[in-house]
C-alpha cells in the first residue's frame, strides 16, 4: 500500500511483537509496565506523534483503520514499527473490545523529580498545577486537560499521585498528559516546600472556612494552584506551610470534584491574567 | 432486632419483591423502568430518605449493612418494605458484585416540563442551569453536582439529554439530583425560549472567539446557563437565541468537560454576586 514506515502483520495474539499490548486492562492496575506507557485512539495517537514529547516504541493498528490513518501514519519516526492485525487478533492481544483500533506503545524515558524540574531555568508562562495524593486516574487526567486549557505552565506531582500516563489518565487528559511538561515524587510537603523556595505563592485548595476567598487574593505573577485528595483533602502541615483558599461554594452541600476545583482556580487566574 | 420498619428476608434471587433490583446494569440503558429509580450508597440513600423530593417505593441492603445503618433507617417511611439479603444472593438479583451492599428503589412521579417549572411562582435564588443534548450519565450528574455546589435555583433539561436520575448520574451527581429541582422536556430552542420569556439571560457558554469573555459581563439578577453537547456544541439557532459567552482559554488546545465548563460559569456567578 506504499506505507513510508515498516508495516507487519500479526496473526498470532501470542506473538511477542506485540506483548506490549497484552492484557491492557491488567497492566492499568501496575506501576512499571517496563517503562511503557499505552495511546489508544486517533486523536491521542496524533498528540503523541506530533509532540516528539516521548519516544514512540511502537504502534498497533486494526487492519482496516490503516488506510483511514494514512496521512497521519507520515508522521511516525523512522524505523518505529508498526503492527497490524485483524480486530478480533486485536482484540485478543488486548483482552478485550478494541472498538478503536488504535494503540501505540510509548517510553516514558526520565520523568524529573519536581526539585529538578524546579531546577531547570526555562522560562515558563501560568501558574503551575500541583497535586498531592491524587490516586484517580480520572482525577489526574482531568487535572491535566484542565491545566492545558488554562496554560499552566506544568504540573508537579507527589509520589502518592497516580501515573498521569496510565492509559486511561491520558485519555481524559485528551492528550494533555503527553505534552504538558510535569515532574514526579517525594512527598506532597517536601514537593509545596521546593515550590515555595523557588518563590512561588502556594494557594492550598480546600473547602475549610478560615481560608480566604480565590476572589479576594491578588493573583502572584509566580503561582502554583495545589489540590489534595478529594476526599480528606490536604493535611494540615501542607495547608499551613502555604496559603490556604477556598471556592466560595453554597453551604449544605458536600463539595466538588477536585480536578473541577483546579479548573474553577486555573480559569479564575487565567481570567485576572487576561483582563 | 428491633427496628421500627417491617423488614423482609429474601433467599431467592427470583423472589418477585425484589425485581425492581433486577439486572441493574442493563436497566441503565433503557428509560422508563416503569417510573422507578435506583439509589446506591449510604450517602445517597441518606439524601432520598431525607430531603423527602421523591417517594420510596423499598429498600434493598445486604444483611451486613443491616445493623450498621440503624440510625439511617429510623428515617424509613412508615409502610416502605426493608429486604434484605445475603451479600451473594444481593449480587446474583443486581446482576453484579453490590460491594455496597445498599440500594433503594424511589418513585420519579411527574418530572414537569420546563414550561410548568418556569411557571411556578416560587421565589427562587441562583442561576438556573439548562442542558441542551447532554447525553453522558457522568456529565450531567456533575452538572447537578456543580449546580448544587453554587446555589443554582433548579435545572433545566431538553427532550434530548440523558435521565439524571440514572443510577450512575444520581451517584456522580453526590445525590443532588435527588434534591434539586428539575423539569425535563421539549427541544432545547423551546426550552431557551421559554426562559428568555421568562426574563431571564441566557448566558449560552461556546468556545466560539466571536462569544463575549464571560469576566467581561455584568451579571444578570435573572440568569440561566446552558450548556450543550460536548464535542458538537450548541447550535447555531440556541446561541443566535441567547447571549454567546465564552470561557477564556489558552489557545492550542482543544477545550474542557462541558460539566467542567458549567462548573467555571457557575462559580464565577457565585463569586460575582457574593463580592
Known sequence: MGFPMPVFSVSDPADPRVA????????????????????????????????????????????????????LLSKVPAG?????????????VAGFPMHR???????????????????????????????????????????????????????????????PLYRKAIRVSSGASLFLPYAQGGTGLDMVNAVLSAGYTVWAMTP?????????????????IL?????????DDIIAAATPVRIPMSGGFDSINVATAGAIALAHVFGEKQG
Chains 1, 2 share one sequence.
Not at 208 to 224: G, I, N
Request: proline share 8%.
Open 227 to 235: 489540590l489534595g485528595a478529594e476526599g480528606p483533602g490536604l493535611p
Open 20 to 71: 506490549a499490548y497484552t492484557s491492557i486492562r491488567e497492566k492499568d492496575l501496575t506501576s512499571g509496565h517496563g517503562g511503557r506507557f499505552i495511546v489508544e485512539g486517533k486523536v491521542t495517537l496524533e498528540t503523541l506523534l506530533t509532540r516528539l514529547r516521548f519516544a514512540v516504541e511502537s504502534l498497533f493498528l486494526a487492519e482496516s483503520r490503516l488506510e483511514p490513518l494514512k496521512g
Open 80 to 92: 518505529v514499527p508498526v503492527y497490524t492485525a485483524p480486530q478480533d487478533v486485536m482484540d485478543q
Open 101 to 163: 483500533g488504535v494503540l501505540a506503545c510509548g517510553l516514558k524515558g526520565n520523568i524529573p523529580q519536581p526539585g529538578e524540574f524546579l531546577a531547570k531555568d526555562e522560562p515558563r508562562s501560568g501558574p503551575l498545577l500541583l497535586l498531592s495524593d491524587i490516586s484517580n486516574h480520572d482525577n489526574t487526567g482531568a487535572c491535566f486537560r484542565n491545566a492545558a486549557a488554562f496554560g499552566a505552565g506544568g504540573i508537579l506531582l507527589d509520589e502518592r499521585c497516580c501515573d
Open 208 to 224: 475549610r472556612a478560615e481560608a480566604a476567598p480565590m476572589q479576594s487574593l491578588p493573583v502572584p505573577d509566580k503561582l502554583a
